[in-house]
Antibody, heavy 120, light 108 residues
Framework: EVQLVESGGGLVQPGRSLRLSCVAS????????MHWVRQAPGKGLEWVSG????????GYADSVKGRFTISRDNAKNSLYLQMNSLTAEDMALYYC?????????????WGQGTMVTVSS | EILMTQSPATLSVSPGERATLSCRASQSVSGNLAWYQQKPGQAPRLLMY???TRATGIPARFSGSGSGTEFTLTISSLQSEDFAVYYC??????????FGQGTKLEMK
């Protein structure tokens, strides 16, 4: 079964950092691009960041550029999102998503998400 | 950044009837458009990519059309499980990928 399991969310104070992880199973992780997409409570979807299968092609939303860093470890079938200088606007459910192909395209598998709450 | 606009915001349709959802891009995205379905408390599910290609396991009652800036998702005969929020997303020009604000399909 193809599966993505996110972890690392929680309650964090404004200005602090958090690292999200996503572990993949059921497919050849190093054959696909991967992404982070977030959804604030009651709101729509916002793409956060994505990277190609080999980490050469990386992109960020303007809202997180310079604060968030995406990375992957193909040997561990894992995707990461390092989030620094968090603000209330970053509070959301963060989904890990698998791409259809090696380079960014559309997202065919999603995890269940990990919630990030930013509050003092 | 390409702005994606979906209409209507809410669509009320009876089971068995046809539903037509629209998505407009602020500039051409060619055919690089995807549609997702999201039910309450669940992660989104990919329905269509390439504007008109159904993802694996998606029933034939779902169809997509369009290119450039105008796109449509049609559900030919609504089933109870189809009532959900639908998002379009462009992947022609990134970063960033951009999603529409969503159309809530509700039962009439």
């Amino acid at each position: 079964e193809v599966q993505l399991v996110e972890s690392g969310g929680g309650l964090v104070q404004p200005g602090r950092s958090l690292r999200l992880s996503c572990v993949a199973s059921g497919f050849n992780f190093d054959d696909y691009a991967m992404h982070w997409v977030r959804q604030a409570p009651g709101k729509g979807l916002e793409w956060v960041s994505g990277l190609s299968w080999n980490s050469v092609t990386i992109g960020y939303a303007d809202s997180v550029k310079g604060r968030f860093t995406i990375s992957r470890d193909n040997a561990k079938n894992s995707l990461y999102l390092q989030m620094n200088s968090l603000t209330a606007e970053d509070m959301a459910l963060y989904y890990c998503a698998k791409d259809l192909f090696r380079f960014p395209y559309a997202f065919d598998v999603w995890g269940q998400g990990t919630m990030v709450t930013v509050s003092s | 950044e390409i702005l994606m606009t979906q209409s209507p915001a809410t669509l009320s349709v009876s089971p068995g009837e046809r539903a037509t959802l629209s998505c407009r891009a602020s500039q051409s995205v060619s055919g690089n458009l995807a549609w997702y379905q999201q039910k309450p408390g669940q992660a989104p599910r990919l329905l269509m990519y390439g504007a008109s290609t159904r993802a694996t396991g998606i029933p034939a009652r779902f169809s997509g059309s369009g290119s450039g800036t105008e796109f449509t998702l049609t559900i030919s005969s609504l089933q109870s499980e189809d009532f959900a929020v639908y998002y379009c997303q462009q992947y022609n020009d990134w970063p960033p990928y951009t999603f529409g604000q969503g159309t809530k399909l509700e039962m009439k």
